[in-house]
Nanobody, 116 residues
Framework: QVQLVESGGGLVQAGGSLRLSCIAS????????IYWYRRPPGKLRESVAY???????DFVESVKGRFSISRDNAKNAVYLQMNNLKPEDTAIYYC??????????WGQGTQVTVTS
């Protein structure tokens, strides 16, 4: 099954921006939905955003207007652009697919830390 590798996290001050990348090991054009999830420290993992193969997107309410998601099938990549970051966005961020969700399979993720 396709392997996903997240990158792009880091330490940023509140109000800053980061762009996360999710690179797949194979063609993603047939994957109907790709998600970004996050797990804040001490909390459960939550869905942040998804993008469908047709380009439709949706976001959790807390990031609407600040985050955007895009996919580049030619590069087997999905991106999460995060602007106006807040301390509560601090988390490990993961990309995933319905298949991976069904098997509760997660990659390493990428750490995002936002300082106030």
């Amino acid at each position: 099954q396709v392997q996903l590798v997240e990158s792009g996290g880091g330490l940023v001050q509140a109000g800053g921006s980061l762009r996360l990348s999710c690179i797949a090991s194979e063609d993603i054009s047939s994957i109907a939905m790709i998600y970004w999830y996050r797990r804040p420290p001490g909390k459960l993992r939550e869905s942040v955003a998804y993008i469908k193969d047709g380009g439709d997107t949706d976001f959790v309410e807390s990031v609407k207007g600040r985050f955007s998601i895009s996919r580049d099938n030619a590069k087997n990549a999905v991106y999460l652009q995060m602007n106006n970051l807040k301390p509560e966005d601090t988390a490990i961020y993961y990309c995933t697919t319905p298949w991976h969700l069904g098997f509760n399979t997660w990659g390493q993720g990428t750490q995002v830390t936002v300082t106030s």
